[in-house]
């Protein structure tokens, strides 16, 4: 069992940056761990994931604009977002070990002016 805890989400304007952060009970080094986000009345989405070798993959939407990054050391995972837009608003979920895997509670990102 891995306990996952987000952090780092709530309102930005457009064109804004936030870090989310991603904190484990225990160690994720064996796990690949990937950012979610779930738009009001639409399913949940991968936003970017990153294998346990530091292979990263991102959904076309985000790239350029977000960054994932681990710390296996000290079993977090970073999501940098940068130049937000308004469809970018979501709650966003940490995951390890894909979607039959574990999840945080996720953390809420709004994205307006």
């Known amino acids: 069992q891995v306990q996952l805890v987000e952090s780092g989400g709530g309102l930005v304007q457009p064109g804004g940056s936030l870090r989310l952060s991603c904190a484990a009970s225990r160690s994720i080094s064996v796990y690949t761990m990937g950012w979610y986000r779930q738009a009001p009345g639409k399913q949940r989405e991968l936003v970017a994931s990153i294998t346990s070798g530091g292979i990263t993959n991102y959904a076309d939407s985000v790239k350029g604009r977000f960054t994932i990054s681990r710390d296996n050391a000290k079993n977090t995972v970073h999501l940098q977002m940068n130049s937000l837009k308004p469809e970018d608003t979501a709650v966003y979920y940490c995951?390890?070990?894909?979607?039959?895997?574990?999840w945080g509670q996720g953390t809420r990102v709004t994205v307006s002016s």
């Open positions: 995951n390890a070990g894909g979607s039959h895997g574990f």
